[in-house]
């Protein structure tokens, strides 16, 4: 059973940085698609970055690409980070990584990922 524990939110002003982290355990695969997804208030959750273990592929929605960074730190350590920079008050949402193993197609849609944290606050104040 792959469990996600995420961690790292809070509250920053407009243009500062934070960094998410989800420590994930219980799988023994090496082709696993990662992600982050995002929902902010009243509005669905939406995928922001991705990637595949195996090659270290990604995908970033074109919201964050150029600012986010998706980074994956495998055996021993099994984490996976978001590096949010240049935070606008749009990014403001409950963050939650998702895991599964990859099946073949896409690796970033919510379709794809059967395992989810139980999230984390992100605040972006002007």
């Known amino acids: 059973q792959v469990q996600l524990g995420e961690s790292g939110g809070g509250s920053v002003q407009a243009g500062g940085s934070l960094t998410l982290s989800c420590k994930v355990s219980?799988?023994?695969?090496?082709?696993?698609?990662m992600a982050w997804f995002r929902q902010a208030p009243g509005k669905e959750r939406e995928g922001v970055a991705s990637i595949f273990t195996e090659d270290g592929t990604t995908y970033y929605s074109d919201s964050v690409k150029g600012r986010f960074a998706i980074r994956y730190r495998g055996n021993p350590d099994n984490m996976l980070y978001l590096q949010m920079n240049s935070l606008k008050p749009e990014d403001t949402a409950m963050y939650y990584c998702?895991?599964?193993?990859?099946?073949?197609?896409?690796?970033?849609?919510?379709?794809?990922?059967?395992?989810w944290g139980q999230g984390t606050r992100v605040t972006v104040n002007q």
């Open positions: 219980g799988y023994t695969y090496s082709d696993y698609c």
């Open positions: 998702a895991a599964d193993r990859w099946y073949g197609g896409s690796c970033h849609l919510q379709r794809d990922f059967d395992y």
